[in-house]
C-alpha cells in the first residue's frame, strides 16, 4: 500500500542519516537491514502494523522527525516532517512538543525521565493531570480514562509497562556504555535520548485504557537502537554481540 511504502521510505532515510551520523557504520543499506531485522523481531512493530495502523504510519516520520533533530537536519525538512507525522496520528503533536527535551544533556534528561517514573508511580502525576484539567479547562484527564473504558482492560497505574520502559532504556545506555569508545558512545546515548522522549508522554498520560499506546513509539525505537548499536560494531565482534542478544 501507499502508506506501507511512505514508511519504508521515512525508515530508508532514517538509516541514511545514521550512516552519516554514526561512527564506524560504513554502509546506509547494511543498517536499514539491520533495523528491518530487529523489526521484524518486535512483536511491538507487529502490534503497530495491526492494531493501530495510524499511528504505525505516523510513527515512521515522527522517528525520522526526531533523528532528523539529533542529525541537524535543516528546519524545512523538520517542519514537514513533524507535519505529516501529525496528520497521520493527532497524538504525534505531543511527541513532536516533547523534543524540546532533546535540548538536555543525557544524564539530565535521564534523571528528569527517572523522577517523573517514580512520581507516576506514586500517583502523583496522575493527581497533577487532574488539577491542571480542571483549571484550564481541559477536559483530558476525563478523555484518558474514557478512552476504552467500554473495554474489559485494565487501567490506572501500569508499574509493569512503567519497570519495563525504564529497564530497556537504561539496559541500551548500559550495551553502549560497556562496549564503545567515547565518540561512539556519545552518538548512540543521543538515540537513547530520542527513546526518553517517546517514553515520557506516559508517565502523564499512562493512567487509561490501553495505555500501552503512549509507549509504542519508544518501544518499537528500541528496535532502531539496537540497529545502530549492532551495525557500529566492527565486523569480527558482531558475532560476539549476536550471542550476548
Not at 23 to 40: E, K, P, Y
Not at 44 to 65: E, S
Not at 67 to 93: D, E, K, N, P, Q
Not at 104 to 110: E, K, N
Request: include cysteine.
Amino acid at each position: 500500500s501507499i502508506i506501507s511504502a511512505m514508511g519504508f521510505l521515512a525508515l530508508a532515510v532514517t538509516s541514511r542519516l545514521l550512516r552519516n551520523y554514526l561512527v564506524g557504520v560504513d554502509s546506509a543499506s547494511r543498517l536499514f537491514v539491520f533495523i528491518v531485522f530487529f523489526l521484524c523481531l518486535s512483536p511491538f512493530f507487529f502490534a503497530a502494523q495491526v492494531n493501530v495502523i495510524r499511528q504505525g504510519a505516523a510513527m515512521a516520520f515522527l522517528h525520522l522527525f526526531l533523528v532528523g533533530i539529533v542529525c541537524r537536519v535543516h528546519w524545512f525538512w523538520l517542519v514537514l516532517l513533524a507535519i505529516t507525522a501529525i496528520g497521520f496520528h493527532y497524538t504525534s503533536v505531543i511527541y513532536v512538543a516533547g523534543a524540546l527535551l532533546l535540548t538536555l544533556s543525557y544524564p539530565a534528561l535521564t534523571w528528569f525521565v527517572l523522577l517523573f517514573f517514580a512520581l507516576y508511580l506514586m500517583g502523583v502525576t496522575e493527581i497533577i493531570l487532574y488539577f491542571s484539567s480542571g483549571i484550564f479547562g481541559v477536559n483530558l484527564y476525563e478523555k484518558i480514562l474514557e478512552y476504552g473504558a467500554d473495554q474489559t482492560y485494565r487501567i490506572g497505574i501500569r508499574p509493569d509497562f512503567a519497570v519495563f520502559t525504564i529497564f530497556s532504556g537504561l539496559f541500551m545506555q548500559f550495551i553502549i556504555g560497556f562496549s564503545f569508545d567515547n565518540e561512539r558512545k556519545s552518538r548512540l546515548l543521543h538515540l537513547v535520548k530520542i527513546y526518553w522522549v517517546l517514553v515520557f508522554p506516559f508517565f502523564f498520560l499512562g493512567y487509561g485504557a490501553y495505555s500501552d499506546r503512549y509507549l509504542l513509539n519508544g518501544w518499537v525505537f528500541i528496535s532502531v537502537i539496537f540497529a545502530a548499536i549492532f551495525a557500529s560494531v566492527k565486523m569480527v565482534n558482531r558475532l560476539s554481540f549476536g550471542i550476548l542478544f
